[in-house]
């Protein structure tokens, strides 16, 4: 299967730049999956779509300030470091600009020395491993000290860092934000858990690997990022009554999706309390067994993500809806409008 295929003509002002003020006030694109019908909606409806007795299914991994700016210590150069995965205690896998002139025991200090780190390693990447030294908690100091890594696509800075958290994130580890979530407010959560939908959370720490462009014509040939998952024995208990009573499985984001199809595609159909890492790479061909329906935000072309929601919907019924989110200015990517897919 070719890359071309999953083309499409996004103009450039349509990759949505800031989040709207209210997270609710979104445009929703809802796609009949069978019939390829498209119909235009606000996200506060998304109530009207989602019935008793259907689980809705949230990702609630939390974003670091992964982005941190320091000088080296002998020279004075300006560094940026980006925290990918935590290692071991204080060391972690990162990416740093310029990576040159960072090699094994150099020295970074950040914050006017309230954080410094020490290169341990070289990674075949690029990536090195820094050791981080500092007195306190270290996650308080991030907080600080660190910026939201927001994917290169978006030039404006984010005046408020929670814009860039879902409402329910608490698991603290992701480079990115799960960010189908972010039109979700507490007040439509509780619209509808009164209506009968039931909530069920999972965590996958979404990597840098997420905005990587596949790089090869052949998409049969692509590797995924590997990514750290877990579900519950309450979420899986709660997903196998949902779905032999007959209701349907809801998911927020391409992450959610990824991990129940990775648990489901390892247990028949079924869920069951599990974590370890995923690399799970879903296309057109690709049997869903743990979902049936999805919420997701707008992606762009040639992405990963724009292959797994036509292995969900049709890549012809995707592409037509997204001729016409073109059309009708929708806003794309990360800050951008919703799209349901039932």
């Given amino acids: 299967m070719k890359l071309d295929l999953f083309d499409f003509h996004l ?15 979104s445009r929703l694109m809802v796609l009949d999956k069978e019939t390829g019908e498209v119909t235009h909606e606000v996200f506060s ?26 000088e080296k210590t002998d020279t004075g150069a300006h560094i940026e470091v980006l925290l990918l995965k935590q290692e071991a205690d204080d060391e972690w896998e990162t990416l740093v600009k310029p990576a040159k002139r960072i090699k094994e025991g150099s020295r ?76 979700f407010t507490e007040h439509l959560l509780e619209e509808l858990k009164k209506k009968g939908v039931h909530i069920a959370f999972i965590t996958l720490h979404v990597g840098l690997g997420t905005f990587r462009p596949v790089s090869v014509d052949d998409i049969d040939s692509h590797e995924m990022h590997s990514e750290f998952y877990q579900m519950t024995a309450e979420t899986a208990e709660l997903l ?59 992606h762009l072309p040639k992405s990963t993500l724009i292959m797994l929601i036509s292995a969900l919907a049709g890549r012809e019924h995707v592409l037509n809806a997204y001729r016409l989110a073109v059309e009708e200015k929708y806003r794309f990517f990360s800050f951008g409008d919703a799209m349901f897919i039932k």
């Fill in 11 to 25: 103009p450039e002002e349509l990759i949505a730049q800031v989040p709207l003020e209210n997270r609710e006030a």
């Fill in 45 to 70: 409806h998304i109530t009207e779509y989602i019935n008793p007795g259907d689980c809705l299914v949230l990702n609630d991994t939390k974003v670091l300030p992964a982005r941190l700016y320091g």
């Fill in 108 to 183: 970074i200090v950040f914050g006017d020395g309230k954080l410094s780190a020490v290169c341990t390693g070289t990674l075949d990447h690029g990536g090195r491993i820094l050791k981080f030294e500092y007195n306190g908690i270290f996650y308080e100091i991030l907080e600080e000290l660190g910026e939201m890594p927001l994917p290169p696509y978006i030039k404006e800075q984010l005046d408020d860092k929670d814009r860039y958290q879902t409402v329910y994130a608490r698991e603290r580890g992701s480079a990115a934000a799960p960010t189908a979530g972010l039109h």
């Fill in 240 to 298: 196998n009554k949902v779905r032999a009573n007959g209701g349907r499985i809801v998911t927020v984001g391409t992450t959610s999706t990824r991990t129940l199809e990775t648990i489901a595609s390892r247990n028949d159909g079924g869920f069951k309390e599990e974590s370890g890492w995923t690399s799970i790479f879903i296309y057109p061909g690709y049997e869903f067994k743990g979902i049936d329906a999805m919420i997701t935000n707008f």
